[in-house]
């Protein structure tokens, strides 16, 4: 069977300007769904005031988003593979953008979870193809520049977001505020998709080869080749098992029974896994070729990657947690207070993605060396200050460690993870990381935030905070001595044998 992506454009035969285009529509993107996320954050007290919604309401306007987001990943990056990134990544937006409509308009409750999962469903499709096409158009040091770029609209998004989704509460109102932080994605939306029609290169839906025999059920064979190369067992099979391991964690006030899904997930995954073994000996397009695995360079970045989530991403959790609920400050200055790292973060992206080809992995273990040093730093800010020692906007500054931090290890790492995964694959690995970084960043968040509100029984904030983050900081070591491992496994292998070589596709 031909490689599915042959009929795509690739970085060989497409116009330089053309190329960065089309980086501009994924970057646009980007922004649009990241901020829609951390303005939420800051919007749920005045959710709860407009749509008089319970605690479990709010829950589930966070944690729906998610769901729904991490439980199709893989199989969109799979279709985007197979039918086309271009057409793919056009229809994630439109579902986005109409399913933010939706929740600016909801009239309760119900009506607003029902459009956050359906906008989790428009980024799980979007998502995966932005990381295809920049593997798909940009080659060798211009793909760590690109994915660099990526990284920058990342750091400015997330940091942004509170401040943006503050203004717009303070503007609006507690009555239409909150709905402001919904609708601010339509015009960015609409703006993208005209920009991706004219500008992504056609077709934007690849055309599957059939063999020219006979010509009178073609339509209908069309459809099932499609079907076969899309894998639909495998895609259902993966998606109930990220579902199993995903709910417990997201479901707070969960039932002890609920936690029976952690184990049921885990025998999904290894089904899933001998589905595919026998999918691809039957001469199929698995969903994922269980080879990349094999592939030393994506195993191990993207244990890192979600080991990173994992820890980091709490971080900004446990931060406004204290300064809202601890001190009393308002969602305002909380953003605030994160925003030098936002930028930070961007122009660590953007210096480390020129770079990553000549540095490797060392770029990896210098951004988690300066992880460490802010998590700890933080911390002993948080209970010098209880002390009456220091200021607390001493946090601007360790937390501007975490934010080169971050710059210095997510695109880098991106970069390595999928540098010898091959092109045909490009979107269902990509989205493969991506999963993994929302397992680890939902286990993380979970499980920290439980650690810490036990805690608090006990203890003061200060001390509570503080325990989250001593287990933030476990977390980021693990991910440091898996990155020397890593290392030093690329260091010996230079001497024998290349340390990741390209893996055979069985289709």
Same mark, same amino acid.
């Given at each position: 069977?031909?490689?599915?992506d042959?009929?795509?454009?690739?970085?060989?035969?497409?116009?330089?300007?053309?190329?960065?285009?089309?980086?501009?529509?994924?970057?646009?993107?980007?922004?649009?769904?990241?901020?829609?996320?951390?303005?939420?954050?800051?919007a749920?007290?005045?959710?709860?005031?407009?749509?008089?919604?319970?605690?479990?309401?709010?829950?589930?306007?966070?944690?729906?988003?998610?769901?729904?987001?991490?439980?199709?990943?893989?199989?969109?990056?799979?279709a985007?593979?197979?039918?086309?990134?271009g057409?793919?990544?056009?229809?994630?937006?439109?579902?986005?953008?109409?399913?933010?409509?939706a929740?600016?308009?909801?009239?309760?409750?119900?009506?607003?979870?029902?459009?956050?999962?359906?906008?989790?469903?428009?980024?799980?499709?979007?998502?995966?193809?932005?990381?295809?096409?920049?593997?798909?158009?940009?080659?060798?040091?211009?793909?760590?520049?690109?994915?660099?770029?990526?990284?920058?609209?990342?750091?400015?998004?997330?940091?942004?977001?509170?401040?943006?989704?503050?203004?717009?509460?303070?503007?609006?109102?507690?009555?239409?505020?909150?709905?402001?932080?919904?609708?601010?994605?339509?015009?960015?939306?609409?703006?993208?998709?005209?920009?991706?029609?004219?500008?992504?290169?056609?077709?934007?839906?690849?055309?599957?080869?059939?063999?020219?025999?006979?010509?009178?059920?073609?339509?209908?064979?069309?459809?099932?080749?499609?079907?076969?190369?899309?894998?639909?067992?495998?895609?259902?099979?993966?998606?109930?098992?990220?579902?199993?391991?995903?709910?417990?964690?997201?479901?707070?006030?969960?039932?002890?029974?609920?936690?029976?899904?952690?184990?049921?997930?885990?025998?999904?995954?290894?089904?899933?896994?001998?589905?595919?073994?026998?999918?691809?000996?039957?001469?199929?397009s698995?969903?994922?070729?269980?080879?990349?695995?094999?592939?030393?360079?994506?195993?191990?970045?993207?244990? /890192?990657? @979600?080991?990173? #989530?994992?820890?980091?991403?709490s971080?900004?959790?446990? &931060? +406004?947690?204290? *300064?809202?609920? %601890? !001190?009393g400050?308002?969602?305002?200055?909380?953003?605030?207070?994160?925003?030098?790292?936002?930028?930070?973060?961007?122009?660590?992206a953007?210096?480390?993605?020129?770079?990553?080809?000549?540095?490797?992995?060392?770029?990896?273990?210098?951004?988690?060396?300066?992880?460490?040093?802010?998590?700890?730093?933080?911390?002993?800010?948080?209970?010098?200050?209880?002390?009456?020692?220091?200021?607390?906007?001493?946090?601007?500054?360790?937390?501007?460690?975490?934010?080169?931090?971050?710059?210095?290890?997510?695109?880098?790492?991106?970069?390595?993870?999928?540098?010898?995964?091959p092109l045909?694959?490009?979107?269902?690995?990509?989205?493969?990381?991506?999963?993994?970084?929302?397992?680890?960043?939902?286990?993380?968040?979970?499980? /920290?935030? @439980?650690?810490? #509100?036990?805690?608090?029984?006990?203890?003061?904030?200060? &001390? +509570?905070?503080? *325990?989250?983050? %001593? !287990?933030?900081?476990?977390?980021?070591?693990?991910?440091?001595?898996?990155?020397?491992?890593?290392?030093?496994?690329?260091?010996?292998?230079?001497?024998?044998?290349?340390?990741?070589?390209?893996?055979?596709?069985?289709?």
């Amino acid at each position: 069977m031909k490689s599915q992506d042959s009929s795509q454009p690739s970085a060989d035969n497409i116009q330089d300007a053309i190329r960065w285009r089309i980086l501009l529509v994924l970057l646009a993107t980007i922004v649009m769904s990241l901020i829609s996320v951390s303005i939420v954050n800051v919007a749920l007290p005045s959710i709860q005031r407009g749509l008089d919604a319970t605690h479990s309401d709010l829950q589930w306007v966070l944690s729906g988003y998610a769901l729904t987001f991490g439980v199709i990943l893989v199989a969109a990056g799979r279709a985007g593979d197979i039918m086309g990134r271009g057409g793919i990544f056009i229809i994630g937006v439109v579902i986005f953008t109409l399913a933010s409509i939706a929740s600016g308009l909801a009239q309760d409750a119900t009506w607003l979870n029902v459009a956050r999962f359906t906008q989790g469903i428009g980024s799980g499709l979007l998502s995966p193809q932005g990381v295809g096409m920049i593997q798909q158009y940009f080659q060798g040091a211009e793909r760590g520049k690109a994915f660099g770029y990526f990284g920058s609209a990342v750091g400015v998004s997330v940091g942004v977001g509170p401040v943006v989704g503050g203004l717009l509460i303070e503007l609006g109102g507690p009555d239409i505020g909150w709905r402001l932080t919904f609708l601010v994605n339509v015009p960015i939306g609409i703006l993208t998709i005209i920009m991706a029609y004219r500008w992504f290169p056609r077709p934007l839906f690849t055309r599957t080869s059939l063999p020219s025999t006979c010509t009178s059920h073609r339509a209908m064979r069309k459809i099932q080749h499609t079907l076969r190369l899309l894998d639909p067992v495998g895609s259902l099979l993966l998606g109930l098992a990220v579902f199993s391991v995903l709910f417990p964690f997201m479901e707070s006030r969960s039932a002890i029974l609920t936690w029976l899904l952690l184990p049921l997930g885990v025998l999904l995954v290894a089904i899933w896994v001998r589905w595919e073994r026998y999918y691809a000996r039957q001469g199929c397009s698995p969903m994922v070729n269980l080879a990349i695995f094999s592939t030393r360079s994506f195993t191990n970045g993207a244990l /890192i990657m @979600a080991l990173y #989530f994992m820890g980091m991403t709490s971080i900004w959790v446990l &931060v +406004a947690l204290y *300064l809202q609920q %601890g !001190l009393g400050e308002t969602a305002l200055k909380t953003g605030l207070v994160s925003l030098p790292a936002a930028f930070i973060s961007a122009y660590a992206a953007h210096w480390a993605g020129k770079r990553v080809m000549a540095y490797g992995r060392k770029m990896v273990i210098g951004g988690l060396l300066f992880a460490i040093t802010g998590v700890i730093a933080t911390a002993a800010i948080i209970l010098l200050h209880q002390s009456g020692y220091v200021s607390i906007w001493w946090l601007l500054v360790s937390l501007s460690l975490i934010g080169i931090a971050q710059g210095s290890v997510i695109s880098p790492n991106q970069t390595l993870t999928l540098a010898e995964v091959p092109l045909q694959y490009a979107g269902s690995s990509g989205a493969i990381m991506q999963t993994g970084q929302r397992i680890g960043t939902s286990i993380g968040i979970a499980v /920290i935030t @439980a650690a810490v #509100f036990t805690t608090l029984g006990i203890s003061s904030w200060p &001390v +509570a905070v503080t *325990l989250g983050f %001593g !287990l933030v900081l476990l977390i980021i070591l693990s991910a440091l001595w898996l990155a020397i491992k890593d290392q030093r496994y690329r260091k010996n292998s230079q001497h024998s044998e290349p340390a990741d070589r390209p893996f055979p596709i069985a289709e």
